[in-house]
């Protein structure tokens, strides 16, 4: 029985090459159905010939009409407004109607968190739904790290509602036992902070939580957290920082073991540490980070996507459908609700 | 001629072993003469056990006594008034009075500044003295984060101060002419980021910077804008997290060029490596982060830092001093004097 999963076609910068053969990689390794969304004529054109090209026939593949598309330059609110046959809001529907089990897209963010919101409202008691992404850390085991750029200038109610949606996900999703949680501070007494830290410190221990306390940006790759909750601004800066420093890493690294490595065994053994080293750190292995306090399931995948990137997005759109984590989520935030947040503030534009 | 600069002994975790080792480097390598400040009779033991050990007789060392330190645990603000004859204060007397050029510590960042404002006072134009972090990028020259955890809840005038001092970093100490001036965000359109910086950026258009507009978390270390201004907070986080990757990173590594390295020809090729590595990313190479704006110097190393550390931050103490970049930026402040902020704030506890 195949998990239906619907795929924004034109999502990421090099869209839709990247979607059209992450899909086929998913219908062929996972026990998937995708439906890939956009403009019907031009993808079935470029599916047929990616097919021919691999020796592929028949695979579960389905093409559902789009005509528009959001891209990366386009304001979010605007778009979301005006464009209204537009990829994500199609797939989204798509989720709401029950046709599929959960949509995932590379696109722009802020888009795909206003239309999702529209389309498929949030969870009772969820004021706004999160990003939140799944790191590698050196203890071996993920940390969800929450929010990662949905929303900025948080209240500390906001936090609290990210922290309890995230330990659920770690421990649903990622099977992870009592996972402890940390709000991310610049020091580990509760009075370090900001104002919001300061603020939320008391609320998270109130909550049923395994709790630890404030945790520093050093934590959230040594795995002394299993979550890790920060307003979205944070989060972000967090997030693309790792990207910029892996970067860095990586061309000192080149360049070191280009100099000491002169022969052709050292350059195969080189290569051999860096493709392990990528499958580790790369984006693309983690694929996607899911959208949790929606009615629906929905993945958002980095705009840089490659094919790799696509499928393990969709991997992890059929493993959140599939725990069927929307419903613990409600039941959890009926039995123990946190209080709502005053202002609701801004989504990310 | 040697320049004097006041070294605080009792500063790191490990104190005041690194700081011993650090000040006879110092002595050795830099046109330098090191005030150890700390208790008398142990530090004079120490310090002639060490150079003993490693045959030295004459070096421009001298000790000064202080019969209290503040210690990583301690409150900031409590600790600052209640150790009157603390090492940070005995320091920052001998800068005010003219006795050394710069002083250096690698103790507890939020009583650093507390002591520094207090004992040397800020320059005119200057809400809050700044701490920068001198980072390495793929460009290969340098950038400056600031602020990276002086202060938290940051109002826009303050971001304004801290790009004008951090500017003035770059161009005098770094001598990088022009230095790009980005404001860290989450997205490049002056519109995306949080409050805090939608407010920031029309003001920094109006300075006298070579302001390049938004940058986010990556371009920290990509060499895309020379000076990265933010919130303590945000910068903090920034820094810790990248420091947590990197450890990542060389954990991965390790493992990568364990499971491929099999030979002992292998594990050397490797060692070289990571000692090229962490020559360009450790912070013992960076040594220590300049607290901008004060009416003196004062250099505030990482709590874990080595001999290599505190030998690069006397370095940079000395360069700094060397500059005259406090008359520079008293120049500067009265020529293009930023608004003053409205609300000063709280400084890290």
Chains 1, 2 share one sequence.
Not at 55 to 76: C, F, G
Not at 100 to 116: K, L, P, R, S
Not at 131 to 145: D, F, W
Not at 327 to 332: F, G, I, K, P, R
Request: charged letters at 20%; one cysteine or more.
């Amino acid at each position: 029985m195949r998990i239906d999963i619907a795929l924004d076609a034109m999502g990421s910068d090099k869209s839709p090459e990247p979607e059209i053969r992450g899909a086929v990689l998913a219908a062929r390794h996972l026990p998937v159905q995708v439906h890939l969304i956009g403009p019907e004529t031009r993808l079935r054109k470029m599916l047929a010939q990616h097919m021919r090209s691999t020796n592929h026939r028949h695979l579960p593949i389905k093409i559902v009409h789009a005509s528009e598309w959001i891209s990366m330059e386009d304001k979010a609110a605007a778009a979301v407004r005006s464009k209204r046959d537009s990829t994500m809001r199609v797939g989204l529907k798509m989720v709401r109607e029950g046709r599929v089990a959960g949509f995932v897209t590379a696109g722009n963010t802020g888009a795909a968190m206003a239309t999702a919101k529209m389309v498929l409202g949030t969870l009772p008691g969820v004021d706004r739904p999160a990003l939140a992404a799944v790191l590698p850390t050196v203890a071996g085991r993920p940390s969800v790290l929450l929010d990662v750029g949905a929303n900025v200038d948080c209240k500390a109610q906001h936090l609290v509602q990210f922290a309890m949606m995230g330990s659920m996900y770690a421990s649903h999703v990622l099977k992870i036992e009592q996972p402890r949680v940390g709000l991310l501070s610049i020091g580990e007494e509760e009075t370090k902070g900001n104002d919001l830290t300061r603020e939320t410190f008391p609320l998270l221990r109130q909550q049923p939580l395994n709790f630890i306390g404030n945790v520093e940006g050093r934590d959230i790759y040594n795995g002394s957290a299993d979550v890790i909750v920060c307003d979205g601004f944070v989060g972000n800066v967090a997030l693309k920082t790792s990207e910029g420093i892996v970067k860095l890493v990586r061309e000192s690294l080149r360049e070191s073991l280009g100099a000491t490595l002169s022969s052709q065994v050292g350059a195969l053994l080189a290569r051999k540490a860096f493709l392990n080293f990528k499958k580790r750190l790369d984006y693309s292995e983690y694929g996607g980070a899911p959208l949790l306090g929606l009615r629906g399931v929905c993945i958002v995948g980095h705009g840089s996507s490659n094919d790799r990137a696509i499928l393990n997005g969709i991997r992890v759109a059929a493993e959140f459908a599939q725990t069927g984590l929307n419903a613990h989520l409600e039941h959890e935030f009926t039995l123990h609700p946190p209080a709502p947040a005053t202002h609701t503030g801004l989504p990310v534009q």
